[in-house]
């Protein structure tokens, strides 16, 4: 559970407090992780993060659909392009259309080896991502519209889009957030939850 969790009233400071008790749909919903590869040290235990969380709340290990690219810049585009190959085809591999590997491929199911997986479009998507600070404006420019575009390619498909990008001034924080040291919180689980509830809540308000 985060650090933060929420006091005995029910509040919780940086950090969401308790979710739902259950996820009545879980099993039926059908999330899409896409992440960067870049600081991948972090990036791993965030995906682990965010799927075990799924897994957790019910969600079928062969209903997450897991792709990267190459940078967080590339986010946005990639959760599109997976929104996208998700309506169009949603029988077939999704990661064929895609056509991009995976620091975690192999570790989850494919879609099309599993006969259980679901077949209907994404009810939510992560776009997962680590930028860390450096000496130039890079970091500026590439969260700043990151983070943008994932808000609108959310709005646009009218799809929860989850931010999962850690936006961190030093590695530490970086470790930190992504569950590693003393101390540390996964906030990878944390999006996780996000997804699926949001997953749930979209579609009983669709
Ligand atoms: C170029 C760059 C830099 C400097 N830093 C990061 C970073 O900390 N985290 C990240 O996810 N990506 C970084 N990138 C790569 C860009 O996101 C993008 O992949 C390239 O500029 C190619 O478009």
Redesign the pocket.
């Known amino acids: 559970s985060p650090p933060t969790a929420a006091n005995s009233s029910g509040f919780a400071f940086k950090g969401p407090s308790a979710p739902p008790a259950s996820f009545p749909t879980a099993s039926q919903l059908r999330i899409g992780i896409v992440h960067?590869?870049?600081?991948a040290e972090c990036i791993g235990p965030l995906v682990q993060g965010a799927v075990g969380a799924m897994k957790k709340a019910g969600v079928k290990e062969e209903n997450i659909v897991v792709e990267s690219?190459?940078?967080?810049?590339?986010?946005p585009m990639g959760v599109s392009r997976l929104i996208s190959a998700g309506q169009v085809q949603a029988s077939s591999n999704v990661s064929d259309l895609m056509g991009a590997s995976s620091l975690l491929e192999g570790s989850l199911d494919s879609p099309s080896t599993s006969s259980s997986a679901s077949s209907k479009p994404f009810d939510a998507l992560i776009g997962i991502?680590?930028?860390?600070?450096?000496s130039?404006m890079?970091?500026e420019y590439?969260s700043e519209c990151?983070c943008q575009g994932l808000m609108r390619v959310g709005l646009d498909a009218n799809v929860p889009v989850i931010l999962g990008i850690l936006t961190c001034l030093t590695e530490e924080q970086a470790l930190q957030r992504s569950g590693i040291g003393e101390g540390a919180h996964n906030h990878g689980e944390d999006w996780g939850t996000a997804a699926v509830e949001m997953a749930e809540k979209s579609n009983r308000w669709a």
């Open positions: 960067a590869r870049w600081n690219v190459p940078g967080s810049w590339e986010l991502g680590v930028l860390i600070k450096g130039t890079h970091f590439i990151a």
